[in-house]
């Protein structure tokens, strides 16, 4: 290697490899753990099955598809950079997890009979199993291009990510996810795991697939570092290039795993025990609502300062939120309106719940009910 290609590796300088794999090579790969799907960038699996009936149609139709893209890293994987719904639609098929779509039109295949002829196969609503040989053969032998991309720095391989997705229908988060930085991205991924995150707030799983989980965290933690500010995607997008700058202090952690610990347990009161483990949907479904998290995290920091215990916690944000929260009226409701993540009803939604706390809290914490959950918890803890 020439010491100006040396000099060119040493400053990140991409290099690109186009490949042509059939789809049975790409399942082969994925079997043996060479293709991974999993980069801390890529999004999740959002394709719904009309998606992936109509690629799994386009190769048996001899339709054009796109190429996909992958990192070759040192460790000798080629990690999925853009292609991941397709590539794995492809293979899904092939495992007979969804089948042909109803409509879809015959194929014209050869005979076996060796006269040279061709025949109209159906394959409407058909698994790949139940497709004949020469069929499958084909759907298996389809070439796919792959452009392989090594020798990147970590900022390359999100900036290309961001490059192929800039047109594609990503969500602002998933683009402001593709740029924050394997740690940050890491410990989003970590956080996203708390029992609080994860079981309790009131997330969809389509949503959570497009990381609005990881929204509503960094939203937490942007208050939790400027309890002034808006947490429009405007202002997440800057902060998160502040923490891919300076990191998460040790210090910012410790606090954010103390609080979403502290609603947790404040929480949990509300879980119905059975032998299904149902929540509470009136509870849990109305007061944890995306818009509430971020203010009930920043008062729940306040309510830990106060040493308020967290069953009286809970039993506040209940009442606040359930008994006396009207949609678009009152002192919080008001700021609850198209626009919510601006500064200004941001802060007004702070302010009416601190408030709140600050009148009702030492009162619901009296009462004898209350009390009695507190009870109940200390009483377990010893036990």
Known sequence: MSTSAEANKQVGEMEINIKT???????????????????????????KKRQKQLL?????????????????SNDGVDWMIDGKQRTGSWLEFIENEFPFAKGTKPVRIRKNDGSGETELVEIEGKFFKDLPKSLQEKYLNREVSMIKVSNATDSQIEELFQRLNGGSAL??????????????????????TYPFFANYAFIGNNARNRFVDQELILQAMLLQKRSDSGISSNE????????????????????????????????????????????????????LKKIHIPMLFLTAIEAIEKKVHPIAFGEWAKDFLIERYTPGSGSYGTYCVAGSARKVNVQGRIGSMKNDFSSNIDKIAKLEQVKEEIQKVEDKSLS
């Open 56 to 72: 799994a149609d386009s190769v048996v139709h001899n339709f054009p598809i796109p190429p996909i893209f992958a990192y070759y």
């Open 171 to 192: 969500s602002r988060m998933e683009l402001i996810r593709a740029k924050i930085g394997e740690d940050v991205r890491a410990y989003l991924n970590e956080v996203s």
């Open 236 to 287: 997440i997008e800057g902060f998160v290039e502040t923490l891919k700058r300076n990191g998460i202090s040790k210090d910012d952690k410790n606090k954010f795993e103390e609080t979403s610990t502290y609603l947790y347990d404040a929480f949990t009161q509300f879980v119905e025990i059975d032998n299904d483990a149902q929540t509470d949907d009136k509870v849990l479904n109305k007061v």
């Open 21 to 47: 794999h059939t789809i049975s090579y790409l399942s082969n790969l994925r079997k043996d753990k060479s293709l991974r799907f999993d980069h801390a960038i890529q999004r999740n699996s959002v394709w």
